[in-house]
């Protein structure tokens, strides 16, 4: 008779409980659009409108985003910290194979899913997993808020986003809680009245 790693109750010969076991799947199969909206909660927002279309003709490119390093400094590591989780399950069940290369948060937290019965079952160190997993949860959801706001497309960005007057076109949606709308793709923000007068009068046909 072992005791979960997690909750401390009886688990029959496994590491982690029945319980614990759905709630870790559960979690794994959240983190990736948890992730999503934590990085858009804190990616820095451009500014309004009007600097967007003086940014055509102003001389040098654009400063690119780099996501990688916004994730390392904002999302609280959590993509390093479960693929760092999949490099253990898989040393300790094969430890012939070589490490998995990096494939992405969604990629990872798919795989642990897919793994989850033998990790339960031959994992020591499932209980750990499963209490990281659960804290990387929770603090995402203190800044994205719980459950996770659901999002309504409301059209498409017409920010110019090159020299050559190329429009953005992502779509732009929206959430009950925003006073404003932010483009995910350009981060271009539209607020006021007049910036959403702007938005609906330029829309390609057929969208509103
Ligand atoms: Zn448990
Ligand atoms: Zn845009």
Redesign the pocket.
């Known amino acids: 008779m072992t005791l979960c790693g997690l909750c401390g109750s009886e688990a029959g010969d496994r590491y982690l409980c029945d319980r614990d076991t759905t709630n870790l799947a559960e979690r794994l199969a959240d983190l990736p659009t948890l992730h999503d909206e934590l990085v858009q909660c804190l990616v820095p927002r451009r500014g309004g409108w009007g600097e967007i279309v003086s940014t055509k003709n102003a001389a040098g490119p654009r400063s690119p985003l780099d996501e990688n390093v916004l994730d390392e400094m904002n999302s609280g590591n959590m993509a390093k910290v479960v693929h760092s989780w999949r490099v253990d399950v898989q040393r300790v069940r094969w430890p012939q194979h070589s490490a998995p290369p990096p494939s992405g948060l969604a990629a990872d937290c798919r795989w642990l899913a897919m793994e989850l019965d033998w990790i339960g079952a031959h994992y020591p160190a499932a209980g750990d997993l499963a209490r990281e997993v659960r804290t990387l949860e929770a603090q995402a959801r203190s800044v994205v808020g719980d459950p996770v706001p659901r999002r309504k497309v409301v059209g ?4 110019v ?1 090159d020299a050559q007057g190329a ?4 779509d ?1 949606t929206h959430q009950a809680s925003e006073s404003r709308l932010t ?6 923000v539209y607020e006021g009245q007049q910036d959403l007068l702007l938005l609906l009068h330029y829309q390609p046909d057929g969208v509103v």
């Open positions: 498409q960005c017409i920010a986003v429009v953005c076109g992502a732009i483009c995910r793709t350009c981060h271009c």
